[in-house]
């Protein structure tokens, strides 16, 4: 349901938190030296812990007998120095929050300043962990207009939540110029109602179709081994724990990281929080958004879900040091009109009306010549295979005429499939150019409908290869920051002068003016 | 626009400019390509000998594993030996004051607009082997990825690095 509850999020919500002064020092939650110490003592402990039984092994007496001593003072050392040095930098690191910038000093040996300027920040984020919620502490993320530091916040300040949240709202004042703060957040109606049961789909159903596959196959395989006369228990068991990681546990991850979803637009600030376990809040400019991107893998396409994210740069390091490779969901796993009208509501700024144009007639001869190749290469994998375990066969003793099938079935299903592919391709890959953004539709399996605005591409390639050239056909490839640094996104064949149109749009627009940089600091 | 047949668009006319205004490389960037691919060659030459003279003491190699093997060696000479001549005839480049323009290839042929707005970095780079003949590369660093103008003449290289930096850095100045 989109836009329920009464209170819309306006930016004239009176600000609930003092305004911090430039003379204002900060330190740290002691809680940094604790986490410090306890990460040091697990590591430790675990390494210790493989030198004791390496120890058990030895012959030498004295190993035996002084391990265990050697071991603690070991660990005793590695604790008391990180602790010594965890505290020394903690009461010797200050904030500071200036007018136009902020400042980390650390005065230590390595002396060192960090300032970033409030204009070059792209993401401000709260991460809660379980030793957050006992200490009742925040952990602030801070991630820069960098592709370069995608992978990693700028900084990683931890700070009693009150502080967490007066220094956040006067960081959004200061980034967004809105008054809507941290503390609105619990208060603020969600633009679009995600129920438990919607996160449990989304996280059984938006993993890449390939590894459903390989997870569900792996698993009926293993249970198969374990259960019949004839199998093997040992690789049974390889085979369920192969699925449990492949598959059940990015399930199980997926629906704890997005349990309470929620996610509201206030100006020009989009909020999201969710988080079972450890909690995030994020928060992005949409002027940051560099693309919008509807997704479906095939399982989900068959009961018609679709789910929303947006690639936005830094917002991948928001997710702390476990996850860094996800681009913030809009919206999870939900019917075609729900995402569209999320999307209309949340990032207005990338719905337009364009006419898409499907590959045309000609793309077939590329998109079956490579799959002729594709499956050539196939085939002869296949045959190499087939003639190793013939080779194999009278040493092991292997049934031939099962191998035979299975490699047969395999190539035969391969390249039926590269063949399907193609056609499927034809007919689904397209193209759309607006005024100001254009998208592409790509993905037969896994399907992606990418939104962008020329104004965030940095580079555009055209690229034609021997047999899509004498058709006047080409692919492009678009390069623009994203929430893991970079991402290139790619299109299907088509007319490269029509392609071309992209980057001639692209520099038109800032040679003319309609793009203007100030929009998107 | 690239369907691309070699023909009267690679002549260069006094000002070394093709007849649609691009820079094509100079003649000794092909001398560079050879030595590199030779050495390339070398490397691989050393690892199939490896593999074909030796794989058979520990296993008995099918003949059709060494009849593909070769082949895969021949037609990754051919192409290293090929490669630089149709490299050369096909490289163009052209900067204007809105965009760096980059045309090049062997078998697939791409067209990169690279924004002059969206340079972050410049850099200029040059190798043994491209030292030896007086060349440079030229990287450019978008914050989405990085496009290089290779074989370039040293002095060229650094013109043109120059001449970007200063124009980035005079947008940098404007928006202050």
């Known amino acids: 349901m989109i836009g329920e509850g009464g209170r819309e999020p306006t930016s004239e919500a009176p600000p609930r938190f003092e305004r911090i002064p430039a003379d204002e020092e900060f330190i740290q939650h002691p809680v940094k030296v604790a986490e410090a110490v306890l990460q040091a003592a697990i590591v430790a402990a675990f390494m210790l812990f493989w030198f004791n039984i390496s120890m058990m092994d030895a012959d030498e007496a004295i190993a035996e007998k002084y391990s265990l001593y050697i071991s603690l003072a070991a660990f005793l050392s590695i604790v008391g120095i990180t602790a010594w040095v965890a505290y020394w930098r903690w009461r010797r690191t200050t904030i500071r929050f200036g007018e136009t910038e902020m400042t980390v000093f650390r005065d230590t040996v390595f002396k060192k300043q960090i300032r970033i300027a409030y204009s070059k920040i792209a993401s401000t984020n709260v991460n809660r962990g379980i ?34 949240d007066r220094i956040r709202a006067n960081l959004s004042q200061k980034m967004y110029g809105n008054n809507v703060i941290p503390a609105d957040e619990s208060g603020t109606p969600s633009i679009v109602t995600i129920t438990k049961t919607d996160v449990i789909l989304h996280g059984l159903l938006s993993q890449p179709t390939g590894s459903a596959i390989f997870g569900i196959l792996m698993f009926f395989f293993g249970i198969y081994q374990m259960i019949t006369a004839t199998g093997d228990f040992a690789s049974g068991m390889v085979a369920i724990l192969l699925a449990f990681f492949s598959y059940a546990v990015p399930v199980v991850a997926m629906i704890f990281h997005y349990f309470n979803y929620k996610i509201y637009r206030a100006g020009d600030t989009i909020y999201i929080s969710h988080g079972f376990v450890r909690t995030y809040h994020k928060s992005f400019k949409v002027s940051k958004i560099n693309a919008v991107r509807i997704s479906s893998p095939m399982i989900p396409r068959l009961i018609k879900r679709y789910m929303l994210d947006a690639e936005v740069v830094g917002l991948a390091a928001s997710d702390g040091d476990n ?19 999320v999307m209309s509501a949340i990032v207005p700024e990338f719905v337009y009306e364009v006419e898409m144009k499907n590959q045309p007639r000609e793309a077939a001869k590329p998109i079956f010549i490579r799959a002729a190749i594709w499956s050539l290469v196939f085939a002869a994998a296949a045959y190499l295979f087939y003639d190793t375990m013939v080779n194999m066969q009278s040493a092991e003793g292997i049934a031939m005429e099962y191998i035979a099938a299975a490699v047969i079935s395999v190539s035969a299903l391969a390249v039926v499939g590269l063949f399907v592919n193609g056609v499927m391709s034809r007919r689904i890959v397209q193209y759309g150019r607006g005024e100001d953004k254009f998208t592409f539709l790509v993905g037969v399996v896994d399907r992606k409908i990418t939104t962008m605005s020329y104004d965030k591409v940095q580079m555009a390639e055209v690229e034609g290869g021997p047999f899509s050239r004498p058709y006047g056909l080409a692919r492009c490839k678009i390069s623009l920051l994203s929430s893991i640094g970079s991402q290139n996104i790619r299109s299907g064949y088509f007319d490269s002068e029509e392609l071309e149109a992209i980057s001639e749009e692209v520099v038109a627009r800032i040679k003319d003016g309609r793009y203007d940089h100030k929009i998107y600091l | 626009m690239m369907r691309g047949k070699m023909s009267d668009e690679f002549k260069v006319d006094e000002n070394g400019l093709t007849t649609d205004g691009y820079h094509v490389l100079t003649k000794r960037s092909v001398g560079s390509m050879y030595i590199g691919n030779a050495i390339a060659l070398a490397v691989l030459s050393v690892i199939v000998y490896v593999i074909y003279a030796y794989s058979s003491q520990f296993y008995e190699v099918p003949g059709i594993y060494k009849a593909l093997l070769l082949t895969a060696y021949a037609l990754i000479a051919v192409y290293l030996a090929v490669g630089p001549a149709v490299y050369y005839a096909r490289y163009r480049y052209r900067i204007d004051e809105d965009r760096i323009d980059i045309r090049k290839g062997i078998l697939v ?3 990169t607009v690279v924004p002059i707005e969206r340079v972050h970095q410049l850099e200029v780079a040059r190798g043994p082997i491209n030292n030896l003949f007086r060349l440079a590369d030229v990287t450019i660093t978008t914050a989405g990825g990085i496009a290089s103008i290779q074989y370039l003449e040293i002095p060229v290289a650094e013109e043109i690095a120059d001449s970007l930096n200063a124009y980035v850095t005079e947008i940098l100045r404007k928006r202050e």
């Open chain 1, 323 to 341: 996850s860094n490779k996800r681009s913030p969901l809009l919206c999870p796993m939900k019917d075609r009109g729900t995402i569209e009208r």
């Open chain 2, 109 to 111: 042929i791409s067209h």
């Open chain 1, 131 to 164: 030793v957050n919620r006992v200490t009742n502490t925040s952990r602030l993320m801070i991630n820069i207009n960098s592709s370069v530091n995608a992978f990693a916040p700028e900084l990683k300040l931890t700070f009693g939540t009150e502080v967490s």
